[in-house]
């Protein structure tokens, strides 16, 4: 409680403070709980979950890896050219590309990093499936590497991380755009009317139905041409 004191000669108003309000002042900032700052608090969580440290000879060989994959993928779109069209890049990183072919729709974008190759379909400035995604999990082993993804029983030591990724990655995706992509005329694109929005793409004739849950169907060819005689530039590229 405050006590007020007024003095008539100057009319003007004094307040005095009640020791009595000091002291229930004080006890009650004693009892408040300290509160820790923000750099404290995070300064005890990176020192009770330490974050992981990459190492910078793992992020470099990785990049390195990465560049030299997508040389040879380039390299071997830029010999078919004429068929596919030439490359339009979407994004690139260090450590992954994507890009789209002229004569290819512009739905479907290609994606290349130091493991896969993958096909995705976009629409609406969305990724809406994957068509095809060709990857390996190299692993060292003693003569070589092998790719961890293949069974046990069909595991195959190869003399070095360009070889295996050549077997199992690139000539897949080869004979992958042979016998599936490029005998497909359309990419027709579903969808369920959830609220998650789950979708997928299928490679299909132009010919087929429109089927249930069909949102739209894409041409996959801007120009029709010949696909590549057997035999020719089948592994360009990856001349060493």
């Not at 009892?31 to 440290?53: E, G």
């Not at 060292?140 to 293949?150: E, I, Q, R, S, Y």
């Amino acid at each position: 409680m405050e006590r007020i004191a007024f003095c008539n000669v100057t009319r003007q108003t004094k307040r005095r403070l009640d020791k009595s309000r000091g002291i229930f002042d004080a006890k009650r900032l004693a009892l408040r709980p300290v509160r820790r700052s923000q750099r404290s608090r995070d300064a005890s969580r990176r020192d009770a979950v330490p974050a992981p440290k990459w190492k910078a000879s793992e992020i470099r060989n990785e990049h390195m890896q990465c560049s030299r994959r997508r040389h040879a993928v380039f390299y071997w779109f830029e010999q078919i050219s004429d068929w596919l069209g030439d490359m339009q890049p979407v994004e690139q990183h260090k450590t992954w590309s994507e890009f789209t072919l002229t004569k290819i729709n512009p739905a479907v974008v290609f994606r290349v990093n130091a493991k896969s190759i993958i096909v995705t379909v976009h629409h609406g400035a969305k990724c809406c499936d994957s068509l095809v995604e060709i990857g390996c999990n190299p692993q060292k082993a003693p003569g070589g590497w092998f790719d961890a993804l293949n069974l046990p029983e069909r595991l195959v030591i190869y003399p070095d991380l360009d070889t295996l990724w050549q077997c199992q990655v690139f000539n897949r995706f080869h004979a992958w755009m042979r016998e599936r992509f490029w005998p497909s005329d359309t990419v027709i694109l579903y969808g369920l009317p959830d609220l998650k929005r789950t979708t997928w793409a299928k490679l299909m004739p132009d010919s087929a139905p429109v089927g249930l849950f069909e949102i739209e169907r894409f041409p996959i060819r801007l120009s029709y041409s010949e696909w590549l005689d057997e035999g020719s530039v089948d592994h360009a590229g990856w001349q060493r």
